[in-house]
């Protein structure tokens, strides 16, 4: 843990070095933190009112920020090119357009808390970075939001209750940015706690902190480096599908308020009246619910291996029934799974690239990257990305 801390305090300093070239001397930046989280149960179900079992992961989005005295709104990146630049007290007015950049991130979450009266919406240059990879399935979307809400509410003195900033960010992923997502993100980065898995059930938003022994095991995120350019488009694809699956399939059930409601069985007796690519879609999430069930109980008895069995079937199931697996997704988790000391793994993410999540006994790790690394060299010619985790504090400033 202590390394991980030198490890943010170090990033933290480079954002502020970073901040100097881009913006010029003046007043230090404030630096503001938000972790990325990996997903471990509940594929695909939070969008469909499901539970699910994240973890916030001691990587993130660093936001350095300073006041401006011309009321200015100036926004830039050190990972991405590009700018954004506009007035503070006509922002909310102007009603600017989505720019397709990164910027929208953070702007939707301006014009949303903008739009709420700021006590004192003062100009700011806001410079953000961090070590979370983008479009890796780390949630790099949600962890610029969060971190964006927390650092405007610093900044401007809004004194907001931590859940408000929650729902600014996935406002502003819904409503600005325009990805149908579920809750799952903001929540995880917003209620992070070390040592702990989340457990939230989409449905009704109500969560609990589940332990993980992390003296014995550890987390793994290994990244094929495919990256999701039509992520988007296929993400909200399948969000349309599992609401086609619940409109034709919600009069047979009663009460019935999102796809996680409907039993197995109804499904069968309805398959043959839906689109087979829509059958699929239900089938996953109605069996996902099930599987993520099951693991929540296999942790609480500390059985690691049944949790691990349910990740590993969830996989199998995002691979044939909501087909957002890839040939590099599939070979990092055959390769994982093929080992002794590795409880379970699946793609985390949307899928369509990104990253794999492994639970291992924690003193293999050199092993299990020399297997992951040997075994997809073989099979597509370069090297994964291995990363241990740690869990998180959550949102904060840094000293």
């Known amino acids: 843990m202590a390394r991980h801390a030198h490890e943010t305090q170090a990033a933290a300093q480079a954002q502020r070095v970073a901040f100097s070239e881009i913006f010029g001397p003046g007043e230090d930046p404030r630096i503001f933190f938000a972790p990325g989280r990996v997903n471990l149960m509940g594929a695909h179900l939070d969008y469909n009112g499901g539970p699910v079992m994240p973890m916030a992961i001691n990587r993130g989005t660093f936001i350095a920020a300073r006041r401006r005295t011309d009321g200015k709104l100036r926004m830039a990146s050190t990972l991405e090119a590009g700018e954004f630049i506009g007035e503070v007290t006509t922002l909310a007015r ?35 970075g961090g070590n979370l990879p983008v479009g890796a399935g780390l949630s790099s979307s949600a962890s610029i939001c969060v971190g964006t809400a927390l650092a405007l509410d610093a900044m401007w003195g809004l004194q907001s209750p931590p859940m408000d900033r929650v729902h600014a960010a996935l406002r502003s992923e819904r409503e600005f940015v325009g990805v149908r997502c579920g809750i799952m993100d903001p929540y995880a980065v917003g209620l992070a706690r070390p040592a702990h898995l989340l457990w939230l059930d989409c449905k009704d938003a109500s969560h609990l902190h589940l332990p993980l022994d992390t003296e014995r095991l550890a987390i793994a995120v290994a990244d094929t480096g495919v990256r999701r350019e039509l992520a988007q488009g296929e993400f909200n694809q399948r969000v349309s599908e ?92 055959h390769s994982a799974t093929a080992l002794d000391f590795v409880a379970g793994s699946r793609l985390t993410g949307a899928g369509f690239g990104g990253c794999t999540v492994i639970i291992f006994d924690r003193e293999r790790e050199d092993e299990l990257r020399a297997r992951l690394s040997e075994d997809f060299r073989a099979r597509h010619g370069t090297l994964p990305t291995v990363e241990c985790f740690e869990g998180d504090l959550g949102p904060r400033e840094l000293s």
Request: with cysteine; proline share 6%; charged share 25%.
């Open 94 to 128: 102007d009603n600017p357009r989505r720019t397709g950049t990164w910027a929208d991130y953070p702007l939707g979450v301006a014009l949303g808390l903008l739009a709420a009266e700021p006590a004192e919406p003062v100009g700011l240059d806001l410079l953000f």
């Open 242 to 333: 599992c609401g086609q699956a619940f409109r034709h399939l919600a009069p047979h059930v009663a009460g019935a308020t999102c796809l996680r409601d409907i039993p197995f069985e109804v499904l069968l007796e309805q398959r043959t009246e839906l689109e087979e690519s829509v059958a699929r879609r239900a089938e996953h999430v109605i069996r996902e619910v099930e599987r993520t069930f099951r693991a929540r109980d296999s942790l609480l008895a500390g059985k690691p291996a049944g949790f691990g069995l349910e990740m590993t079937n969830a996989h199998a199931s995002l691979r044939e029934l909501f087909q957002v697996s890839c040939p590099e997704l599939d070979t990092l988790v």
